[in-house]
């Protein structure tokens, strides 16, 4: 049985820093690009980063380039990412997903097969 358990969220003040932890379980995960997704109340779920298998290939939505950062330990098939100078903006509950390499436009949440059940993050003014 696949599954993608995040840990790592929390409540943090404007400009301080969070990691985020994807931990991923029952099969292998060459073939697959590692992403986050965030999803605020009342907002749909948006692309936040994504990273290949050998950590060659790194995207970022331009909300979070310069500030978040993703990497990937594939020996321990675990996923972070990141969050510096967070903003209030950031708040949301953040999803860690796996989507077939193939598909090449990862910031499509509909094409992805695996789902963490998320993490909340929360940054107060």
């Known amino acids: 049985q696949v599954q993608l358990v995040e840990s790592g969220g929390g409540l943090v003040q404007a400009g301080g820093s969070l990691r985020v932890s994807c931990a991923a379980s029952g099969r292998t995960f060459v073939s697959y690009v590692m992403g986050w997704f965030r999803q605020a109340p009342g907002k749909e779920r948006e692309f936040v980063a994504a990273i290949n298998w050998s950590g060659a290939l790194i995207y970022y939505a331009d909300s979070v380039k310069g500030r978040f950062t993703i990497s990937r330990d594939s020996a321990k098939k675990a996923t972070y990412l990141q969050m510096n100078n967070l903003k209030p903006e950031d708040t949301a509950v953040y999803y860690c997903?796996?989507?077939?390499?193939?598909?090449?436009?990862?910031?499509?949440?509909?094409?992805?097969?695996?789902w963490g059940q998320g993490t909340q993050v929360t940054v107060s003014s």
């Open positions: 997903g796996a989507v077939p390499s193939h598909y090449r436009d990862y910031g499509v949440a509909d094409w992805y097969d695996y």
